[in-house]
Each structure stands twice: as C-alpha cells, then as structure tokens.
C-alpha cells in the first residue's frame, strides 16, 4: 500500500528557514514523480512543485519558483519542501502526493499526504 | 487565478445528479488528460477520475468523467451526503513549463 506520511505542523516567524518531510513507502520511491500543493486558507489547491527521485528532474509552478526548494533523499525514500526566509503569505496546508505518469500529458496525482499545516506569524 | 475554470458551487438533493464542468484551452485539456480530485476539508485529496474517463479502483461508478476539446466534466450520480465536498480538475499546462494546474474548485452541497 502506497503511504506518504507528512511532518507535523510549524509555527514560524517571518524571514525563518522551514523544511517539511513526506515519508514515502510502499512503492519504489525512485520510479515516480513526487509533488507538492499548496492550499491557503479558504483557498484551492495550487500545484507547486513535482520532483523525479530517480534523476532528480525537478519542475516548479512559475508562482513558487525561487520561493521554495523541492528535493528529495533517496536512501529514507523522503521528500522535502524548504523555505529559506518565511512570510506571513505562505500560510497553508502543503500536501505531498505521488505523480503517475503513464505517458506525458496523462499523469495524475494518485496518492497524498495528510498535509502540513505550516503558520507564519510574528 | 488558475487557468482551469470551474463553477464555484453546486447542489442538489440526494438520489440526484450534479455535473461540474472544468474549462481549459489548448494547451492544457486540449492537450492533455484530465484528472478529478474529492477534497474534504481536513483530509487529504482523493483521486476519482484519471485519464478523462478512469475511475481508480473503489470508486464506484457514480462518479464519470468525459472531455471535449478544452472542456472536461465531472458527473455524480445517486448523490448522497457523504459526497458533500471540494471537487478540483487538473490536467498538464504546456504553457507552464510542461507543469500542473488544478481547477478553481467547486463545492458540491448535498440538499
């Protein structure tokens, strides 16, 4: 069975540094994309970043990139997502899921995360 | 302000159906496959449709997908309040750097 655990929620002040795990098992960490999404508070899901374990093959959204850093440990099949100096907007839910893709241009999100409530406030 | 536009609610009463469209353009549902995502606050986003028209094994065959040129749509069948959620399309946007977009959303609210 296909688990991505998420790391607990965190509470920060602007300008700190955040980095929040997802724990993936049950599959070959290696042989699929991983991702992360984003919903604000009253908001909808915002795709952020999908990562290839395998290679490395990163991706972002226009609206994250330089924002925040996706990256990934092979060896404790566990994926990341980092801030290096916090603001109050990026208040949210931040879901890590598991991208299958049959074939570009068919892929889809199959497996989440039970999302990590990340609160920036001074 | 995603590139995905969904109805922002819709309703009914139990036993009905409900449809909900997602309107793209060329270079994300024209060009690609569409997938259907149930969010219930809380918890995480469930997968009910990939490829267009797939449901992924337990989901039962109330919930349809179908897509038309840069349009996609959601059907639920037999509606029953456990269906009461946030429902999101999502599809590739090759104007995006080959990334993902997901729909505006829309509340289905069982009557």
């Known amino acids: 069975e296909v688990q991505l655990a998420q790391s607990g929620a965190e509470v920060k002040k602007p300008g700190e540094s955040l980095k929040i795990s997802c724990k993936a098992s049950g599959y070959k960490f290696t042989s699929y994309f991983i991702g992360w999404v984003r919903q604000m508070p009253g908001r909808g899901l915002e795709w952020v970043a999908i990562m290839y374990p395998g290679d490395s093959d990163t991706r972002y959204s226009p609206s994250f990139q330089g924002q925040v850093t996706i990256s990934a440990d092979k060896s404790i099949t566990t994926a990341y997502l980092q801030w290096s100096s916090l603001k109050a907007s990026d208040t949210a839910l931040y879901y890590c899921?598991?991208?299958?893709?049959?074939?570009?241009?068919?892929?889809?999100?199959?497996?989440w995360g039970q999302g990590t409530l990340v609160t920036v406030s001074s | 302000q995603s590139v995905l536009t969904q109805p922002p609610s819709v309703s009914a009463a139990p036993g009905q159906k409900v449809t909900i469209s997602c309107s793209g353009s060329?270079?994300?549902?024209?060009?690609?496959?569409v997938s259907w995502y149930q969010h219930l606050p809380g918890t995480a986003p469930k997968l009910l449709i990939y490829d267009n028209t797939e449901r992924p094994s337990g989901i039962p065959d109330r919930f349809s997908g179908s897509k038309s040129g840069t349009s996609a749509t959601l059907g639920i069948t037999g509606l029953q309040s456990g269906d009461e959620a946030d429902y999101y399309c999502a599809t590739r946007d090759s104007s995006l750097s080959a990334g993902f977009v997901f729909g505006t959303g829309t509340k289905v609210t069982v009557l």
């Open positions: 899921a598991r991208l299958v893709v049959p074939e570009p241009g068919r892929d889809y999100f199959d497996s």
């Open positions: 060329s270079s994300n549902i024209g060009d690609n496959s």
